[in-house]
């Protein structure tokens, strides 16, 4: 197992090198867009996404995760701002953070384009000066 998948570095103990990425992976286009760009920033290495499920559900380690962060990077999919609020919940900081809904309608669709998930990417490596991880 794992020979052909890439693992990443876990989070509880390196979340002090990297930047933590949390999406709200909500069901519509927009929740789904903004996984999509997660793990696309993950995979390429600017950042390691992480469960705020678990934050909202009282995990106290993703909490901790969120706390101990390098950096905090928050996307959600609508102005509803989900994911932001699990961790503003908790008191965690939110360093960077954008709505989805504000390049792309929201629909009720998990339908997307890809390229909008490379648009949506770049945008958010500029706008957040994202650098890629030291810990991989
Ligand atoms: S931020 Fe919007 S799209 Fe994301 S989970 Fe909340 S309501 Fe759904």
């Known amino acids: ?7 990443l570095p ?6 002090r090198e990297m930047t933590m990425i949390w999406v709200c992976s909500g069901a519509a286009n927009v ?5 999509e760009v997660g793990v696309r920033l993950t995979k390429e290495g600017y950042g390691r996404l992480c469960c705020v499920t678990a934050i909202a559900a ?9 706390k101990n962060a390098k950096r905090n ?3 959600n999919g609508c102005a509803n701002r989900c994911a932001s609020k699990v961790l503003e919940n908790v008191g ?5 953070k954008i709505d989805i809904s504000q390049f792309l309608r929201k629909m009720p669709t998990l339908d997307f384009y ?3 998930i490379e648009k949506i990417t770049e945008f958010i490596i500029n706008d957040a000066h994202l650098e890629r991880n030291s810990v991989e």
Do not use: Q, T, W
């Not at 197992?1 to 693992?7: A, I, N, P, R, T």
């Open 1 to 7: 197992m794992g020979e052909e998948f890439k693992l």
């Open 10 to 15: 876990l989070c509880h103990p390196n979340a």
């Open 31 to 35: 929740g789904k867009i903004a996984h």
């Open 58 to 66: 009282g995990s106290k380690l993703h909490e901790g995760i969120a």
């Open 73 to 75: 990077l928050v996307i």
């Open 92 to 96: 965690a900081r939110v360093d960077y």
């Open 114 to 116: 890809e390229g909008d």
